[in-house]
């Protein structure tokens, strides 16, 4: 059990603590910055979570990756420049949801002490993410990234807090608070049902212009509808919104798992976002890493992105070989901002409890794609 305040011994063998440090430090060596800040704030954001014994089941049944890590990495990366190292944790790792809350405060609180974030606007909200009967699948969750080997800090919390029926109301509420009321009514419209707004995210710290950002999810979407979706953000992205998602998901529906959007706002423009981006969870459209990997490299390329830091990671985070698993490659993400050059994001899983086997079949004949059982880890 996870204990609220000091960490719990765990049991024997590997630690989470550990196998995080080592994927956290072989990820920032990949990208060639952000190790040294990376492990200096990755104790106090592990802290409760480091001495759970990776030979015990996960803790909880965490919504941050599929074994229930609560962990995950990922690389973003940009035409010309180095590719920037980013983890997301799930401090308080727990399917106590009032607890998960409670731990997960904490830990922002200790970021703050560390002089990494303000949780002032956080504060602001919490009433509406932090109800006395909280629904899960998750409270809170905190992301650190590096560019240029500065902590960056972000937070994402659940609309579905009050329940999913409430999730429109409390993006709603939230965004109103923070000064983009005026922004709601046309979010609404991309959101099929109110609980499909997905996370509501805020950068916290040391931002040039921090972002609000509010994540929607699309089920039975095609790449055209999506481009559409990708509308409501002025700028030349919409072409390649759509062949992005053709060249990692090559289906014409995405049925197996949903598209999710991310509409960003900014006080320079408060009434509608300024940035889009769609998040294609490639590990339901492969049969294995190695696909999923050289659809990446595909979609880097395809933007003059540098691919070799990816192969790096992938070296890094796991000695088992691409075609073994699937998974390891979450999502792919494809990013557009204020007239920037379009980045691209290799999510990546940290497979601390399980892998995930290849699909046999290819995807499409009898049989194919449906998820395997999960096999133990590595
Ligand atoms: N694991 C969840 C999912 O696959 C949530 C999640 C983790 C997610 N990382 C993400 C969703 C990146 C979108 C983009 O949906």
Not at 19 to 36: I, P, S
Not at 45 to 72: G, I, K, T
Not at 110 to 118: K, Q
Not at 257 to 275: E, I, N, Q, Y
Request: hydrophobic share 40%; with cysteine.
């Amino acid at each position: 059990m996870l204990g609220d305040s000091e960490g719990s011994p765990g049991g024997p063998g590997p630690r989470l603590g550990e196998h995080v440090r080592r994927q956290t430090a072989a990820l920032c060596e990949a990208a060639g910055t952000g190790k040294d800040a990376a492990l200096g704030l990755l104790d106090t954001m592990l802290e409760p979570l480091a001495p759970l014994s990776l030979l015990d089941p996960p803790n909880a049944r965490s919504f941050v990756s599929d074994d229930h890590s609560p962990v995950e990495l990922s690389l973003a990366f940009s035409p010309g420049a180095a590719p920037v190292p980013r983890v997301l944790l799930e401090p308080g790792y727990t399917d106590d949801m009032v607890r998960s809350g409670r731990i997960g405060l904490r830990a922002a609180e200790r970021l703050a002490g560390r002089g990494v974030l303000s949780c002032a606007r956080l504060r602001t909200l919490s009433d509406i993410f932090f109800p006395a009967v909280p629904h899960g699948p998750f409270a809170l969750w905190l992301a650190l990234e590096f560019p240029d080997g500065r902590p960056r800090a972000k937070v994402y919390l659940n609309p579905a807090a009050d329940g999913p029926g409430r999730a429109a109301d409390a993006v709603a509420e939230a965004l109103a608070r923070l000064g983009f009321g005026n922004a709601f009514a046309a979010l609404r419209r991309q959101a099929g049902r109110p609980e499909d707004f997905l996370f509501f995210a805020l950068d916290l710290g040391a931002w040039p212009a921090p972002r609000v950002k509010v994540y929607v999810r699309h089920r039975d979407f095609s790449a055209a509808e999506a481009a559409g979706v990708s509308r409501a953000v002025a700028g030349d992205h919409p072409g390649r919104v759509e062949e992005f998602i053709g060249l990692v998901a090559a289906e014409r529906r995405l049925r197996r798992r949903p598209l999710v959007s991310c509409f960003s706002f900014t006080r320079a423009c408060p009434d509608r976002p300024s940035g889009y981006s769609v998040h294609v969870p490639v590990r339901d459209y492969v049969q294995d890493d190695r696909q999923a990997r050289d659809r990446a490299v595909d979609a880097l390329r395809r933007y003059g992105i540098d691919d070799r830091p990816l192969d790096r990671a992938l070296a890094g985070l796991t000695s088992r070989s691409l075609d073994a698993g699937v998974g390891l490659i979450a999502y792919l993400t494809l990013a557009h901002a204020d007239r920037c050059p379009p980045r691209v994001t290799v999510y990546l899983s940290s497979e601390a409890y399980r892998v995930k086997p290849a699909r046999r079949s290819a995807l499409g004949a009898p049989g194919g794609g449906e998820p395997g059982p999960m096999l133990a880890g590595r």
